[in-house]
């Protein structure tokens, strides 16, 4: 298969890198930087120090109604919630 013709898997199947191939073919599409990008989302989520786990993230909030609006999302998604459930979690650590 050419790279055009690439899907994401479901997300129950779907690798990290997979879904980054996603995320950032889903960005250029729209015209926007890949690397301001990566730029933006690697300050926001280094928080713990490690790696940002952005499938992770991704599947929480898509798991609690997903990102409708940011009113929305204020409402319905508890970051500390959703950081308990990813790899850079660990106990007694906060996401702030």
């Not at 690397?35 to 940002?52: C, F, K, M, T, Y």
């Not at 990102?67 to 459930?85: D, L, Q």
């Amino acid at each position: 298969a050419t790279t055009n013709e690439w899907k994401r898997p479901p997300l129950s199947e779907c690798s990290p890198e997979d879904f980054m191939l996603d995320f950032f073919r889903f960005h250029e599409s729209r015209g926007d930087d890949w690397e301001i990008v990566w730029d933006i989302l690697d300050n926001a989520l280094r928080r713990s120090g490690r790696p940002h786990d952005t499938l992770g993230l991704y599947r929480q909030v898509c798991a609690r109604g997903g990102f409708i609006s940011r009113e929305s999302a204020k409402a319905r998604i508890k970051m500390p919630e959703v950081f308990g459930h990813l790899f850079n979690y660990w106990i007694g650590h906060t996401y702030t």
